[in-house]
C-alpha cells in the first residue's frame, strides 16, 4: 500500500518556541493532505485539509496563525506549531488519500508533541 | 452529513473468544466504510474497507465485517482474539471522493485477557 511518512515521531519544545512536523507521501503523489489532533483516549480531530498549492483549509476552532500549513509540492505538507504552549502538547498525525472515489486514507506514524 | 457511532469505549475478551466491535454510521449517500487500528503512539492501519459489492468485507490479521444498509452497521468481528490484537479500533465513513477526509469515530480499546 501506499506509504506516508511523518517526521519526527517525537518533539520535545519550550514555550514560545515552534515545532515543525513534516508529512511525507513517499510512493504516490498526494494533491490533499489531512493534518489531525488525537488527544488522550480521544478519538481523531480534524484540524485542517492541506491543498497543494493553496491555502489550506480549517477546521472550526482551530487557529489558523497558531497551526501554520504549508503544502507546497505533491508529496510533502509540513505542520508548524507557532508560540507553542503546553496546552498544545499533543499527538498529531497526518493522512492523505490515494486518488479514487472509495480510496482509503493512509497515515503517518504521527508525532508526539511535548511542550515544556 | 456523515456521522459515525461506535458502541462501546472499551472491550475485554479473553484469548481465543469472539471479537465484536460495533460500528454505527449515518449517511445521506452511500458510505464508504473503514476500520483502522492504532498501537501505542502509532499511526493508523487500515484493517479493511468497504466499498460495492460483497458487503461481507476480510481484511488483514482475521479480521472481517460486515455492510448491513438495513440497519446502519459495520461491525467488526474475528472468531478468536489475540494478544497482538490489544489496540485501539476506529471506525470511519468517507465523504466526497478522494478530497473528502474521512469521517472517525470515537474509537474502541479492545483488551484481550490472557
Known amino acids: 500500500g501506499a506509504v506516508v511518512s511523518q517526521h519526527p515521531s517525537r518533539v520535545i519544545c519550550k514555550s514560545g518556541t515552534s515545532v515543525k512536523i513534516e508529512c511525507r507521501s513517499l510512493d504516490f503523489q498526494a494533491t490533499t493532505m489531512f493534518w489531525y489532533r488525537q488527544f488522550p483516549k480521544k478519538s481523531l480531530m480534524l484540524m485542517a485539509t492541506s491543498n497543494e498549492g493553496s491555502k489550506a483549509t480549517y477546521e472550526q476552532g482551530v487557529e489558523k496563525d497558531k497551526f501554520l500549513i504549508n503544502h507546497a509540492s505533491l508529496t510533502l505538507s509540513t505542520l508548524t506549531v507557532t508560540s507553542a504552549h503546553p496546552e498544545d502538547s499533543s499527538f498529531y498525525i497526518c493522512?492523505?488519500?490515494?486518488?479514487?472515489?472509495?480510496?482509503?486514507?493512509?497515515f503517518g506514524q504521527g508525532t508526539r508533541l511535548t511542550v515544556v | 452529513a456523515q456521522s459515525v457511532t461506535q458502541l462501546g469505549s472499551h472491550v475485554s475478551v479473553s484469548e481465543g473468544a469472539l471479537v465484536l466491535l460495533r460500528c454505527n454510521y449515518s449517511s445521506s449517500v452511500p458510505p464508504y466504510l473503514f476500520w483502522y487500528v492504532q498501537y501505542p503512539n502509532q499511526g493508523l492501519q487500515l484493517l479493511l474497507k468497504y466499498t460495492t459489492g460483497a458487503t461481507l468485507v476480510k481484511g488483514i490479521n482475521g479480521f472481517e465485517a460486515e455492510f448491513k444498509k438495513s440497519e446502519t452497521s459495520f461491525h467488526l468481528t474475528k472468531p478468536s482474539a489475540h494478544m497482538s490484537d490489544a489496540a485501539e479500533y476506529f471506525c470511519a465513513v468517507g465523504q466526497g471522493g478522494s478530497q473528502g477526509n474521512l469521517i472517525f469515530g470515537k474509537g474502541t480499546k479492545l483488551s484481550v485477557k490472557p
Open positions: 493522512s492523505a488519500r490515494v486518488t479514487g472515489v472509495d480510496a482509503e486514507a493512509f
